[in-house]
């Protein structure tokens, strides 16, 4: 008896470190480059398993970037288009009320007949 609980604990502990060296690899090979790329900025291609820079569209199109005032209020309106200005009132007009939206919704029309 002595000798089958012998085996099944070095049986358990062959396959513990198993799991373990499969784990450590796993993280060596798969998690540290990912976790590496995102620390640094780039992109993670995860089917090629490649870090990658992202490119600047003026740099493909040889446009150039923008520069000057202009650069400044497009970098504040990408910044968040919803966002409205300090002191600034929205133009858009005010939502419609659930019957009214239901009303003057076309494809609802023949549903509600």
């Known amino acids: 008896m002595t ?3 012998t085996s099944a604990k070095l049986f358990a502990l062959g396959a513990f470190l198993i799991a373990s060296l499969v784990t450590a690899g796993y993280e ?9 790329c995102d620390q640094t900025g780039d992109w993670w291609d995860a089917r090629d398993r490649q870090c990658l820079a992202p490119i600047a569209i003026w740099r493909i199109t040889g446009r150039g970037p923008i520069t000057g005032p202009d650069a400044v209020a497009a970098k504040a309106a990408s910044a968040n288009p919803h966002r409205l200005a300090a ?3 929205s133009t858009s ?3 419609l009320p ?3 939206r239901a009303a003057t919704n076309n494809k609802s029309d023949n549903r509600l007949r």
Do not use: M, S
Not at 28 to 36: D, G, R, T
């Open 3 to 5: 000798r089958w609980i």
């Open 28 to 36: 060596y090979f798969y998690v540290w480059p990912e976790k590496k």
């Open 87 to 89: 002191g600034a009132q």
């Open 93 to 95: 007009p005010a939502p």
């Open 98 to 100: 659930l019957a009214n």
